[in-house]
């Protein structure tokens, strides 16, 4: 089935441990997108993708980074860097780099720092 | 800026109620699209509608239905007859450039 998968589904980190989300995508879409959320709180965007080899970040991308080396993959690393990493990490990509096309998210990672 | 706001942060109610969960967006584009997504309790985000800014129709589908109004920048969300399976937390989004911003989301809860 065509889909969005995310792993682990939870993730648990070390202080200063860097750690790396996985996104994998099969419908071929060119747009990939990470998003953050926290409890009360709508989606924050951290980094997106329009093709291969490129993205920009989004409104909260210090202490994460990306790569997207193929069209199907996004992975997001959390680094050490991040301050307060605990949260539920969404991963979507859409069909066409932005409007009017809607996103398909995967079932999301939580992240938990102990 | 953009901006999306769902005023009610919870709402609950008994099964077959109906409900209308609200949406207030500020844009400064003449050209925008709207979105519903539903996140259940797995997490995932469900699409449930597109609709652009040059189309005020209203929508249904099955139980649901939508009213889009330029006039009052809102897009609200109706469940008819709303059932336990309706439980979730729903979100409104608006495009901004090439990208979206969400609402903060409304949790409601249907109980049986």
């Known amino acids: 089935d065509g889909g969005i998968t995310q792993s682990p589904k939870y993730l648990f980190r070390k202080e200063g441990q860097n750690v790396t989300l996985s996104c994998e995508q099969n419908l071929n879409h060119d747009a990939m997108y990470w998003y953050r959320q926290d409890p009360g709180q709508g989606l924050r965007l951290i980094y997106y993708?329009?093709?291969?080899?490129?993205?920009q970040k989004g409104d909260i991308a210090e202490g994460y980074s990306v790569s997207r080396e193929k069209k199907e993959s996004f992975p997001l690393t959390v680094t050490s860097a991040q301050k307060n990493p605990t949260a539920f990490y969404l991963c979507a990509s859409s069909q066409s780099w932005g409007a009017p096309y809607e996103a398909f998210f995967g079932q999301g990672t939580r992240l938990t720092v102990v | 800026a953009q901006k999306v706001t769902q005023a009610q942060t919870e709402i609950s109610v008994v099964e077959k109620e109906d409900v209308t969960l609200d949406c207030v967006y500020e844009t400064r584009d003449t050209t925008y699209y709207l979105f519903w997504y539903k996140q259940p309790p797995s997490g995932e985000l469900v699409f449930l509608i597109r609709?652009?800014?040059?189309?005020?129709q209203n929508e249904i589908s099955g139980r649901y239905s939508w009213n889009f109004q330029k006039s009052t920048s809102s897009f609200n969300f109706t469940i008819t007859a709303s059932q336990v399976v309706d439980s979730a937390v729903y979100f409104c989004a608006l495009t901004y450039g090439q990208n979206f911003v969400f609402g903060p989301g409304t949790r409601l809860s249907v109980l049986p």
């Open positions: 609709r652009n800014s040059f189309d005020e």
């Open positions: 993708s329009q093709i291969v080899n490129d993205f």
